[in-house]
């Protein structure tokens, strides 16, 4: 006697209610059929019947419950990266004016620098240019900014805007793929992936080699640095010269340049500003989580304070080293000619430094560029007393921290917005 589920229910479980997914029984008569062609090979029916089976049991299932998330469409991905875009070029619209009168003030030469060293050129070129700045003092930004106003509208305040949003954009995006090429070829996790965003955007604190990871980001930034060293010339270059001064344009500047590659003359000074910021960024949160115990969950106000600590004194490091960059950009960035392959000398809204090297320059602003009136007193007898005014020359150290209190005012808006935000001091870029 043969059962089949044709047949009804087991009387001994009433209430079993099969279930609606997987094979179907054959009924037993078929088995025989089956057993009979199965001397042949394997029957179409059979075969035919399991793959239907299959898509019936595929079709049932339901993974909604196991996805919180469904992927994102092609427009959705678009969409986001429209979003991303505009709130970057939103920030550099915002902070390019800062960027501008800092650039400026870091190049400026001081008054009674051109005196001695550039009588002869200062013969050669018109004594009074109506695109130059005259800056009352060498610090002042609003008067920067109120002067290139006056003189040239919006277009000079906002100068280099589309070249900066290109730069962030690219060194952002080479900056990463070097530090994930560095990572593969040396057997490392990468550096960005560990864990969550430190100060500068990486806490290699989780890493398995954190040593290895400070190298590798510290080394992805310089490569960052070094290869789009023609594109921060071109930006320098736009922005200390007047908008009446062609070309404009980023593609036509970076044509004009003598080389499309780092100059030797800048490559310790382009190496120095690319690494050392990323070097103090990335080794803040291995600092203080390993060797303070300081912990931005533990202790979030005392990690928050120690960050910003930590940004501040990165940013007088780096101060010096983009004043020096920015002079040896503005003498190695001379265009040339588009029509006559010459190189030409371009004016410029203010008169640019001398660059002399890393140490020489740095030297040569804070004793001898520029300078002021100090009072000296001698005596000559009893009675007698003779002033003399002798004139002192240099800046002095303050002249190598040109515009730091923008920078300033960025550090504290972004602590304090991470601070009301309760985010750890884990603030995001001005």
Known sequence: MSFTL???????????????????QDPISNSTGTGINSKHGPSTPSTTNFGSSARDILSDLDYTEYLSESSPSAAELLKGLADQALWKYTSVLLAQPFEVAKTILQCHAAPGALAASAAEDMKRRPRSSPHKLDLRR??????????????????????????????????KTIESWSRSLLSALLNVPDPGLVAGAGVGGLDIVDSPYPLASLGIAVAAAGLAGLFLAPLDMVRTRLILTPTAHHPR??????????????PL????????????????????????????????????????????????????????????LRRGQMSASVPRSTSTGEYVQSDTVVDIGAYKGVVGTMW?????????????????????????RARRKGQGVEGLWRGW???????????????????????GEF
Request: proline share 7%; with cysteine.
């Open 138 to 171: 060498p610090d002042s930004l609003v008067d920067v900014l109120s002067q290139l106003w006056q003189k040239e509208g919006g277009w000079g305040v906002w100068k280099g805007a589309n070249t900066s949003f290109v730069y962030s954009i690219l060194h």
């Open 364 to 388: 040569h602003i804070v004793r001898e560029e520029g300078g002021g009136q100090a009072m000296t007193t001698g005596t000559g007898g009893a009675l007698a007393v003779t002033r003399v």
């Open 405 to 427: 209190r923008v920078g300033m005012w960025g550090l504290v808006g972004v602590w304090g917005a991470a601070a009301l935000g309760s985010t750890g001091g884990k603030g």
């Open 249 to 262: 344009g980023m593609l036509a500047s970076l044509r004009s340049l003598a080389q499309l590659t780092c």
């Open 6 to 24: 044709q047949e009804g229910p087991n009387p001994l479980r009433p209430y079993y209610i099969p279930p609606s997914v997987g094979l179907p």
């Open 265 to 324: 003359s800048l490559l310790p000074i382009t190496l120095l500003t690319s690494t050392i910021p990323s070097l103090i960024s990335s080794s803040t949160p291995l600092f203080l989580r390993s060797r303070l115990g300081i912990d931005p969950v533990l202790t979030p106000t005392t990690y928050s304070i120690s960050t910003f600590i930590s940004s501040s004194i990165e940013l007088f490091i780096r101060l010096p080293l983009e004043t020096v």
